[in-house]
T-cell receptor, first 113, second 113 residues
Framework: QKEVEQDPGPLSVPEGAIVSLNCTYS??????FMWYRQYSRKGPELLMY????GNKEDGRFTAQVDKSSKYISLFIRDSQPSDSATYLC?????????????FGRGTQLTVWP | DTGVSQDPRHKITKRGQNVTFRCDPISEHNRLYWYRQTLGQGPEFLTYFQNEAQLEKSRLLSDRFSAERPKGSFSTLEIQRTEQGDSAMYLCASSRDGGYGYTFGSGTRLTVV
């Protein structure tokens, strides 16, 4: 069993829809949780970064962490065709200094006009 | 500063040949990471450096793989005696102490024929 599980999709939604992306993990030592967006043939880019349980909002994006359930989510409101990409969750089990990240396999999202 | 730069963008090589990739991180970032990503999967950790010191190396990294960061600036990743299973996107990323998340380059896509 991989330490981070993520449904690969694909997920296809109409423009304006609310998108929910999720990951589960097995290692209770994970403390920092990230979401990356990856366009085709590009490297991942950091979208959201959260520490421990709770919610964090940034524009149309909201990240949620539930450490008791070992479950994290990313919500995209008012989705746009430009949001079409692969979304990767990632986690870090170190302290405040970044080291190795553990990634999910990514969820492929298509937002159609 | 133009971000993390990787060279070459694409490499096609015959099985058994050696290949070397280069990564130039963001100049003020002291941490540098190498990941490998295959189609439909998330990035898989290979190794990382803090300045010129190699702090962690994945157990998945065979003896055919070696990475260096001789002056704490750019890094090289060498694969000796390439195999078809080495075909993947090789991603480099950098970060600074106390920072959040990595900045990834666009990767080097390796095809072993």
């Amino acid at each position: 069993q991989k330490e981070v599980e993520q449904d690969p999709g694909p997920l296809s939604v109409p423009e304006g829809a609310i998108v929910s992306l999720n990951c589960t993990y097995s290692n209770s030592a994970f403390q920092y949780f990230m979401w990356y967006r990856q366009y085709s043939r590009k490297g991942p880019e950091l979208l959201m970064y959260t520490y421990s349980s709770g919610n964090k909002e940034d524009g149309r994006f909201t990240a949620q962490v539930d450490k008791s359930s070992k479950y994290i989510s990313l919500f995209i409101r008012d989705s746009q065709p430009s949001d079409s990409a692969t979304y990767l969750c990632a986690m870090n089990r170190r302290g405040s200094t970044l080291g190795r990240l553990y990634f999910g396999r990514g969820t492929q999202l298509t937002v159609w006009p | 500063d133009t971000g993390v730069s990787q060279d070459p963008r694409h490499k096609i090589t015959k099985r058994g040949q050696n290949v070397t990739f280069r990564c130039d991180p963001i100049s003020e970032h002291n941490r540098l990471y190498w990941y490998r990503q295959t189609l439909g999967q998330g990035p898989e950790f290979l190794t990382y450096f803090q300045n010129e010191a190699q702090l962690e190396k994945s157990r998945l990294l065979s003896d055919r793989f070696s990475a260096e960061r001789p002056k704490g600036s750019f890094s090289t990743l060498e694969i000796q005696r390439t195999e078809q299973g080495d075909s993947a996107m090789y991603l480099c990323a950098s970060s600074r102490d106390g920072g959040y998340g990595y900045t990834f380059g666009s990767g080097t896509r390796l095809t072993v024929v």
